[in-house]
T-cell receptor, first 109, second 113 residues
């Protein structure tokens, strides 16, 4: 079967670092993607990990451990504009993604 | 930049109507997807297509059908709309395989009365 777990809500202050964890179970696995969605907006792609380890893109980093079926998104130097929903999305096939319910991140001044 | 365009931002229809949601992408992407998004449930895949005239069921295909007659266009059809199909519908496209990003349209907020 398939399952996906990530926290429903996270709150942090401006300038802080926050980590959003994701554990997954899929029948097949190609990689783990992360998407950001602001209220009223469309999801936008942040990162993709196919191999174990850390991928860094500016203030955002994403980590994957295939053996643990676990990944996380790390957001550094938080800004107010980072308040959004963040979705981890494992690829159970070459083309498809499975989206969870997402994590609502609130950044406080 | 990839542009995914959904025909309507807001749509109100009545129970029992046949409803068409249109999606067009301008980047020659092979893959196109239809999701619905509901509070607390995230994005759920309804159907996807990886080539013209090809379609695959997603996680919640019941009550929906799709059409892909041209590569750039992917239509979602509600054969007989019901109130439980009131939702935000999101179309996406992607290129090839192996973790290529999905590019989303702005969504259609559909209300079935």
């Amino acid at each position: 079967g398939q399952s996906l777990e990530q926290p429903s809500e996270v709150t942090a202050v401006e300038g802080a670092i926050v980590q959003i964890n994701c554990t997954y179970q899929t029948s097949g696995f190609y990689g783990l993607s992360w998407y950001q969605q602001h209220d009223g907006g469309a999801p936008t792609f942040l990162s993709y990990n196919a191999l174990d380890g850390l991928e860094e893109t500016g203030r955002f980093s994403s980590f994957l451990s295939r053996s643990d079926s676990y990944g996380y998104l790390l957001l550094q130097e938080l800004q107010m504009k980072d308040s959004a929903s963040y979705f981890c999305a494992p690829s159970g096939s070459a083309r498809q993604l499975t989206f969870g319910s997402g994590t609502q991140l609130t950044v406080l001044p | 930049d990839v542009k995914v365009t959904q025909s309507s931002r807001y749509l109100v229809k009545r129970t029992g109507e046949k409803v068409f949601l249109e999606c067009v992408q301008d980047m020659d992407h092979e893959n196109m997807f239809w999701y619905r998004q509901d509070p607390g449930l995230g994005l759920r895949l309804i159907y996807f297509s990886y080539d013209v005239k090809m379609k695959e069921k997603g996680d919640i295909p019941e009550g929906y059908s799709v059409s892909r007659e041209k590569k750039e266009r992917f239509s979602l059809i509600l054969e007989s709309a019901s109130t439980n199909q009131t939702s935000m519908y999101l179309c996406a496209s992607s290129l090839g395989q192996g973790g290529q990003p999905q590019h989303f349209g702005d969504g259609t907020r559909l209300s079935i009365l």
